[in-house]
T-cell receptor, first 112, second 118 residues
Framework: KNEVEQSPQNLTAQEGEFITINCSYS?????LHWLQQHPGGGIVSLFM???GKKKHGRLIATINIQEKHSSLHITASHPRDSAVYIC??????????????FGTGTLLAVQP | DAGVTQSPTHLIKTRGQQVTLRCSPK?????VSWYQQALGQGPQFIFQ???????QRGNFPDRFSGHQFPNYSSELNVNALLLGDSALYLC?????????????????FGPGTRLTVT
């Protein structure tokens, strides 16, 4: 079982729909990242959060540390949102590692 | 302000050869992490460099080695290439927090180098 699990693996939505991608993890963390990867590989960091909720434009990320769960929401989705969305967690500070552990990603396709 | 840059963007090598990939971190960053992303998979941590030393390492064989230079740029070397080494290699830079570089700020990713081993 992977330490970071995402759902769904694939998601197709119509333009304008509200989208939710979920991430569950099984290890202790100091922070959780939501990343966006477009075809060709480049990764862009969307959010880094360790508690509560963050909002940037049409994107909202929430995290529940007790439940070890995070969600990424996209409001009023647009075809340009089509990409792979990756959840990654960072090991706690002071531990042997503070590397990122990645989920396998959610492939989102938003159709016009 | 230039972000993280990587070179080359694409590379084709033959099994058994050696390859060197390069990464320049975002200005002001001192920590470089390398990740391997196989097709259809999430990135896997290879190792991290801070103060010119390998600080952490993932589950990769010794064929994978690296180096960090005084200007914080970094190289990833892979010896005796295998077909399974074909992947996108991502570099991420960040700024270490506190004494001894414990903990890091948010990581910024480069565009990656796509390595194909034939």
């Amino acid at each position: 079982k992977n330490e970071v699990e995402q759902s769904p693996q694939n998601l197709t939505a119509q333009e304008g729909e509200f989208i939710t991608i979920n991430c569950s993890y099984s290890v202790g963390i100091s922070a959780l990242h939501w990343l966006q990867q477009h075809p060709g590989g480049g990764i862009v960091s969307l959010f880094m959060l360790s508690s509560g909720k963050k909002k940037h434009g049409r994107l909202i990320a929430t995290i529940n540390i007790q439940e070890k769960h995070s969600s990424l929401h996209i409001t009023a989705s647009h075809p340009r949102d089509s990409a792979v969305y990756i959840c990654a967690v960072r090991a706690p500070y002071g531990g042997a590692t503070n590397k990122l552990i990645f989920g396998t990603g959610t492939l989102l396709a938003v159709q016009p | 302000d230039a972000g993280v840059t990587q070179s080359p963007t694409h590379l084709i090598k033959t099994r058994g050869q050696q390859v060197t990939l390069r990464c320049s971190p975002k200005s002001g960053h001192d920590t470089v992490s390398w990740y391997q992303q196989a097709l259809g998979q999430g990135p896997q941590f290879i190792f991290q460099y801070y103060e010119e030393e390998e600080r952490q390492r993932g589950n990769f064989p010794d064929r994978f080695s690296g180096h960090q230079f005084p200007n914080y740029s970094s190289e990833l070397n892979v010896n005796a290439l295998l077909l399974g080494d074909s992947a996108l290699y991502l570099c991420a830079s960040s700024l270490a927090l506190g004494l001894a570089g414990v903990g890091v700020h948010e990581q910024y990713f480069g565009p990656g180098t796509r390595l194909t081993v034939t």
